[in-house]
């Protein structure tokens, strides 16, 4: 059994429109689909949100969080798709998490709108989807 942290991007979950409350991860943890299908079987430990945009290279919020998921038996965080996908500072809070905590970070948790792996360049960046349009106003 793999024990897993989730930290998920404070502005998605409390912000912006149609706040996410984990609608894409959690089904990934139980149908171990998109990031989650490496596991054999998977105990969620902790779901947090990264603590707010950190600004000048402050990470001391999510660094606590990431403490948190530790203390708590979480063996690897994954950072939520939406963190992977849209945070500008992800890297910069992942190398945080791996160096301060001394925890294996992944990305991503779910896949995108077709509930496939999202796509990522030769670097390793996800390519952004297009997300639905709306239908053109008459």
Known sequence: MTKIGIIRCQESATKMDGRCAGWNCFP???NKTGYMDEYDTIELVGFDTCGG???KNNVSKVVNVGNDLKKHGA???HLGTCMTM???NKDMI???LKEQVGIEVKDFTHGGPDGKRVPV???GKPIMWSPPQPPPKE
Do not use: H, Q, W
């Open 28 to 30: 990934a943890i139980r």
């Open 53 to 55: 945009c950190p600004g």
């Open 75 to 77: 063996e690897v965080i």
């Open 86 to 88: 849209f945070c500008p």
């Open 94 to 96: 992942s190398e945080a």
């Open 121 to 123: 360049d030769e670097n």
